[in-house]
C-alpha cells in the first residue's frame, strides 16, 4: 500500500499512509457494535456502508487514557461516514498510534489484522472539500495525493492550517482528553524514510506482532465507543392555573 505524504512548505515529512474502511450504525445513547457485526463484515468493506448522524461522539478507550471526538458530518461528509463505519466495526480495535510527531501530529488507522488491511487495502473514497482548518485536536483522513482517503488518520498535535490547501479535510475535533493525545509515546521517532520507527508496510504485512515485537512502549487503542446525542426532552404539557 502506498504511503502517504504531507508536505509543510518545502518540508516532505513521510508516512501519512494506509487507510481503510469498515460500517455499520446504532440506536440508543451508548453504542458499541456487537449486534451491528451481524449486518456487514470488516473483511467485506462494501457491507459498511451506513451514513453518519449529523453529530456524534467517539470515546477511545486506550492504554494511555481516555479521550473523546466529536464529529460533525458536515464539515466532511465522505470522511465522516468512513470513520462512523470504522468505528462501528472496531476496525481500530488494538490498532497502534505508530506515528508520533511532537508538535504536529499522531496517525493511526492502519489494523492490528493483516487480513483486515488487505481487505480495504483499495477501498478509496473521493475526497470532500476542507471546510475546516487543520487546527490543534481536529482529525483528518491521511492520503496518498487526491481520492486515496482509506482508513488511516491522524489527529493535528499543533496548528496545521498549512495542510489545509493540500486537501486534508478534518471531520471531528478532540472535545475531552487531549492531554492523553499529547501523552502517546512518540520517543521512537518517524518512520522510514526519515526515521527509525515503525514501517507501515511491515506494520500492514505483521499486524500488531510486529510492533509488540520491535515497539513495544508505543500507545495502542483498547476499544472505541460511538455516543450518540441524547434526544430532546418532549415538550411538556401545558397545565392551567
Known sequence: MRKQTVVIGLISVLGLAML????????????????ARSSGSLLNPSSLKLQAPAVFDVKFVTTKGDFVIEVTRAWSPRGADRFYNLV????????????????????????ARPEVTRA???????????????????????????????????????????????????????????????SLYGEYGDGPPGGHGPDQDLIESQGKPYLDRVFP?????????IVLPAPAAPPKAATSK
Do not use: C
Open 217 to 225: 512502549q508505543l500507545d495502542s487503542i483498547k476499544a472505541t465507543v
Open 120 to 182: 480495504w487495502k483499495n477501498t478509496n473514497i473521493p475526497d470532500d472539500p476542507v471546510m475546516q482548518t487543520n487546527s490543534r485536536g481536529t482529525i483528518t483522513f491521511a492520503t496518498a495525493g487526491p481520492n486515496t482517503r482509506t482508513t488511516q488518520l491522524f489527529i493535528n498535535l499543533g496548528e496545521n492550517s498549512a495542510l489545509d490547501a493540500q486537501g486534508f479535510s478534518p471531520f471531528g475535533k478532540v472535545i475531552s482528553g487531549m492531554e492523553i493525545v499529547d
Open 88 to 111: 462501528k466495526y472496531h476496525f481500530f480495535d488494538s490498532a497502534s498510534f505508530f506515528r508520533v510527531v511532537p508538535g504536529f501530529v499522531v496517525q493511526f488507522g492502519i489494523s
Open 20 to 35: 481503510t474502511a469498515g460500517a455499520a450504525p446504532q440506536t440508543g445513547s451508548t453504542a458499541r457494535s456487537s449486534q
